[in-house]
């Protein structure tokens, strides 16, 4: 089947640490990776993609690698600011379909 | 463009009541999804529609809940009858159409308390 596993939050900083948020999917194929961003009280946002193996997306400072050897897809970020505090989803599109599947989501909490 | 639209955006009920979300898409899109978020459960795709067309619908917990997409332009969830259990945020997104890399767009939420 298709499933995300994220690791669980919070993950609290400190303003310009280094940030890493693991994702690890299984999928039938080889589907399409996304992070999306949640901020408080909004809806989510999609932050960056990647659609094959080892292409990297990129927005906002934030990285993230598509590892078919490792069925992973790690969130990265050099220097976070507090204004990055929100809950984060990695999500994988089922193959042939536009259906997504999301993980549990990490809530980052960066103070100043 | 003014984005997935939403209503209500808050709306507390009592159990047994008939609950109606309301959605818009972006236009020109073709997809619609709606999805559940829970503290417990995480984010739930409940239903999605392609061309106005259900599709997948296997995320429907049970048949007290039912969708429509009537036009391109305006989709609707209803709960009848709704359950305490029923709360959550009811979310709906819009994308172009079926591809694996298409962006979708979420609306801002309805936040649903069932009393």
């Known amino acids: 089947g298709n499933s995300v596993t994220q690791m669980e939050g919070p993950v609290t900083l400190s303003e310009e640490a280094f940030l890493t948020i693991n994702c690890t999917y299984t999928a039938t194929g080889y589907p399409s990776l996304f992070w999306y961003v949640q901020y408080p009280g909004e809806g989510l946002q999609l932050l960056l993609k990647a659609t094959k193996a080892d292409d990297k997306g990129s927005n906002k400072g934030f990285e993230a690698t598509y590892r078919k050897e490792t069925t992973s897809f790690h969130l990265e970020k050099g220097s976070v600011q507090v204004s990055d505090s929100a809950v984060y989803f990695c999500?994988?599109?089922?193959?042939?379909?536009?259906?997504?599947?999301f993980g549990t989501g990490t809530r980052l909490q960066v103070f100043p | 463009d003014a984005g997935v639209i939403q209503s209500p955006r808050h709306e507390v009920t009592e159990m047994g009541q008939e609950v109606t979300l309301r959605c818009k898409p972006i236009?020109?899109?073709?997809?619609l999804f709606w999805y559940r978020q829970t503290m417990m459960r995480g984010l739930e795709l409940l239903i999605y529609f392609n061309n106005n067309v259900p599709i997948d619908d296997s995320g429907m917990p049970e048949d007290r809940f039912s969708a429509k997409m009537p036009n391109a332009s305006f989709s609707t969830l209803k709960i009848q009858p709704s359950e305490p259990r029923d709360s959550a945020v009811y979310f709906c997104?819009?994308?172009?159409?079926?591809?694996?890399?298409?962006?979708?767009?979420f609306g801002p939420g309805t936040r649903l308390t069932v009393t």
């Open positions: 997104a819009s994308s172009t159409g079926v591809s694996t890399s298409y962006e979708q767009y």
């Open positions: 999500a994988l599109c089922v193959v042939n379909t536009d259906k997504l599947i």
């Open positions: 236009s020109g899109h073709n997809s």
